[in-house]
């Protein structure tokens, strides 16, 4: 029994205004969130929700994780790219060299994204949403296969990937050198057991793994917040979540 991702969570100065804008470029839609967000729902294979939750924090670094979207041709990269930055996006550097054929963006909020060139491999058979592309060590690779139950898809030069057998994203990690950490991260995932299976039990099998609880003062809450073997933070809901 593995557990299931539940959402890929983003802190938001403006939750609202950051879902329109993922709602607008994705093309999913919205639903009710009954801790102070906005949850968005698949419209497509993508297997998970997107949560944009409240913060007063402002964003200072790179994030850990980020949305690969994969184009068909040249002119549905360049559509997806002005639609992008029709709702609010912006071109940003992080270090790409001038010939590379991916385009790297930022959403309102700074959170980056990447436009994939046709014809990319890696992700010919995935959908719009083509990964979930993460700074981290094939150690996280191999734990977080074992902990969603999701194959290794790619394991070559320290770098990882897995995918559901349901298909949707993959979730992939680029080995080291690994960013060094500045504070909570922005993005995290939402874990929940199997259906009918024990929110402790999945936690404990889950530090059996390499994970570990942690405090980032949340308080008394109906999740568990825990750190991957890279110190990456996710939360581990109830089951019926």
């Not at 889950?206 to 568990?224: F, S």
Request: hydrophobic content about 40%; overall charge negative.
């Amino acid at each position: 029994m593995t557990a299931r991702l539940l959402a890929l969570c983003f802190d938001a100065n403006d939750p609202a205004r950051l879902a329109r804008f993922w709602a607008g470029l994705l093309g999913w839609e919205p639903a009710a969130d009954r801790y102070g967000g906005t949850t968005l729902v698949p419209s497509d294979d993508t297997g998970f929700q997107i949560r944009f939750l409240p913060t007063q924090q402002q964003k200072t670094v790179q994030n850990q994780m980020h949305f690969d979207l994969t184009s068909t041709s040249l002119d549905d990269q360049q559509r997806t790219v002005a639609k992008a930055l029709d709702l609010g996006a912006r071109h940003i550097d992080v270090g790409q060299r001038p010939e590379e054929p991916h385009v790297v963006l930022a959403d309102p909020e700074g959170n980056e994204f990447c436009v994939i060139e046709p014809g990319n491999g890696f992700l010919a058979d995935c959908g719009f949403v083509g990964a979930v592309a993460c700074d981290g060590s094939q150690e996280v690779g191999y734990f977080w296969s074992e902990a969603l139950g999701w194959p290794l898809v790619w394991d070559q030069d320290l770098q990882t990937a897995i995918r559901s057998p349901r298909g949707g994203p993959k979730i992939t990690w680029g080995g080291p050198p690994l960013k060094p950490k500045t504070g909570k991260y922005r993005l995290h995932f939402d874990l929940a057991p199997p259906a009918g299976g024990d929110q402790l039990a999945e936690v404990e099998r889950l530090v059996a793994l390499g994970a570990r609880r942690i405090d980032i003062g949340q308080g008394e809450l109906d999740w568990v917040v825990m750190a991957d073997p890279d110190g990456h933070e996710f939360c581990v809901w109830p089951a019926g979540a």
